[in-house]
């Protein structure tokens, strides 16, 4: 296939292998979706939870209210990650780019809906990587 530019100059059109878009399509989407946890979750805060759930395992503290919301917040992040891994995984299934397209469309749905517990704010707003 062949396109012509303004000047009527042939330029060659090149498709971009399927497993070239497979490969940008899911860089994105985990580059796009570690930004979302990063936006309520900084790296941290993660540690500071970690740190803190492991001394209230140690205090056989399991039990209360900072327990439950660390463990909500762990709960959210790994929602997160789990969808980010099905999405990826139909990515890979995809034969087409119209196949791949429908994945991150479904993608871009689910982030804005997905938020941790009340008591995280974000931190600064969401910059998605470049388009692709």
Known sequence: MTIVNANRNFIPFQVMPIA??????????????????????????????LSRQI?????????????DEIAAV???????????????????AAIDKAGIDVHL????GFL??????ATLKPNKPVTAGPPI
């Open 105 to 108: 469309t479904d993608f871009a």
């Open 20 to 49: 070239d878009e497979q490969a940008r399509a899911i860089d994105y989407v985990n580059r796009t979706a570690g930004t979302h946890i990063e936006r309520y979750f900084p790296a941290y805060k993660q540690r500071n939870y």
């Open 55 to 67: 001394e209230l395992l140690a205090l056989n503290q399991t039990h209360t209210a900072e327990w």
């Open 74 to 92: 762990w709960a959210w992040a790994k929602e997160v990650r789990t969808k980010t891994n099905a999405i990826n995984a139909a990515i890979e």
């Open 112 to 117: 804005p809906t997905s938020k941790p517990i």
